[in-house]
């Protein structure tokens, strides 16, 4: 061991003499803020590898919200994002395949065929360099979910659910603040922030709140669900009104909690009849404006899903045009002439537009042939969800991990019903949601048959407890 010291160290000093030639003979570049900042990016992906179940995800996730939002520096991240996914894709990937931890099952066999029609679908495009790029992204998102995400969470489950209820609180106060206090629409349009508050936010809150251990815990908690709940309403946005509804319906019929939700629908009768008693004019001219502007999006003659016929209208005859393998998988002509000087890599106004359902978009981009694998997938998903909802109804037990993924997962359905983000690897929200239902899948209770003396043998679902759940409520 002693004679391999003086070379360690003739190895240590020879690194270091490369580095200093290198910065010496390239000292030019820094004073370029695009070098220093992608050189600022490599040092925190390599710290975040290093510790890759503990940091990574957390990483990711910055990364990409970060890039969806209206503040500093979002620009940066817009592009960092992608090497940020890649580089967490490929190097779980490798961390999961050396680790005896679990195997692939259906879903993922599912995600691997669909990322086969992206491609496929790509070679039709009339835009097949970017529309391939996008499947690209695709294979990413799908492997870092299947191996990079699996890794954060499994085996340490309760550090990652406490650690994500707090992120969900700290996101709360912070929104609320930026809208409230500094008059900051950092999520940029009310759709938006419809769409981070109702599913990524409400579901997590809701279930952290009743599973609560101690009364000042539990009442921190609620005062963020609350507030989460508000800014999901002063977002305006229907889908996200929708989604936290029929969560909380779902969660309380489960759960058998029907005290509770007979309480949050009194509450809000309340809170309506002690303003129509104080203000009754006010109350009726906000009552007119909530219709017009959450109903009908002012299309009131249209009715109330006007504001998404012409979206659905277009898709659908884009899809008469192109039905066997569709427009491409991320791309969506317009008929706008692009010009020979386009930019294949990313979307614009000629490649993109509104579709009004992520259901819709999917269609419309692979087309009736290709969409197969893509339905395959969100049914395995949402039986999933049923399973755990049958679990939930069976035990009346919410401290399982899975029911907060199922409801996520539930909530992000309905809001994909009214918006596009399902499969836009881009976007904050679709990164969410699928490393949510590939966590799912392994965390789903499984069945046992346990013999109940007297009656028949009946399945059931294993105590969470030794499912790494949360302690119960004291």
Known sequence: MNSLKPMQW???????????????????????????????????????????????????????????????????????????????????????????????????????????????????????????????????????????????????????????????????????????????????????????????????????????????????????????????????????????????????????????????????????????????????????????TVLYKGHRQEGVLGSRLSPWQKSIDTIKKHPWFGTGYGTSPTGEDPGLDFGKISSSAETAREHGSSYMTITEWVGLFGVLPFIALLAVTLSNVWRVCAWMHRTADPRHYSIPLAMVVLSGFVHANFEDWLFAVGSYACVYFWVFSFLLADLVPSAVVVPVAGVASRAWRPSPVGFGAVAPNR
């Open 10 to 292: 003739a190895g240590v000093v020879l690194g270091l003499s490369l580095a200093l030639y290198i910065v010496y003979t390239h000292i030019q570049y820094f004073g370029n803020l695009t070098f220093l900042g992608g050189i600022l990016l490599f040092e925190v992906v390599i710290a975040c590898l290093w510790k890759y179940d503990q940091r990574f995800f957390v990483l990711l996730m910055i990364a990409f919200v970060w890039a969806g939002m209206h503040i500093p520096l979002q620009g940066s991240w817009t592009a960092a994002r992608w090497i940020v996914l890649a580089a967490g894709a490929l190097a779980g990937y490798v961390v999961w395949m050396k680790t005896p931890r679990g195997s692939f099952g259906l879903l993922h066999v599912i995600a691997f065929f669909c990322v086969l029609t992206a491609f496929v679908s790509a070679t039709v495009s009339q835009y097949i360099q970017m529309s391939s790029l996008k499947a690209a992204s695709l294979l990413l998102l799908f492997l870092y979910c299947s191996a990079g995400a699996r890794l954060a969470v499994l085996g340490r489950e309760d550090r990652f659910f406490h650690g994500l209820i707090w992120a969900s609180e700290i996101a709360v106060y912070a929104t609320a603040i930026c809208y409230r206090g500094l008059g900051l629409n950092i999520w940029g349009n009310p759709n938006s922030l419809g769409g981070a508050t109702s599913i990524g936010l409400f579901p997590i809150l809701l279930w952290g709140w009743l599973t609560s251990e101690g009364p000042v815990v539990r009442m921190r908690r609620l005062v963020a669900l609350l507030l989460c709940t508000y800014l999901v309403f002063f977002s305006m946005a229907r889908a996200g009104m929708v989604s936290i509804s029929l969560v909380t319906l779902i969660f309380c019929l489960c759960l058998r909690q029907y005290k509770l939700l007979v309480k949050a629908v009194a509450l809000v009768l309340f809170l309506v009849a002690v303003t129509g008693m104080l203000a009754p004019g006010t109350l009726n001219k906000k009552v007119g404006d909530l219709e017009d």
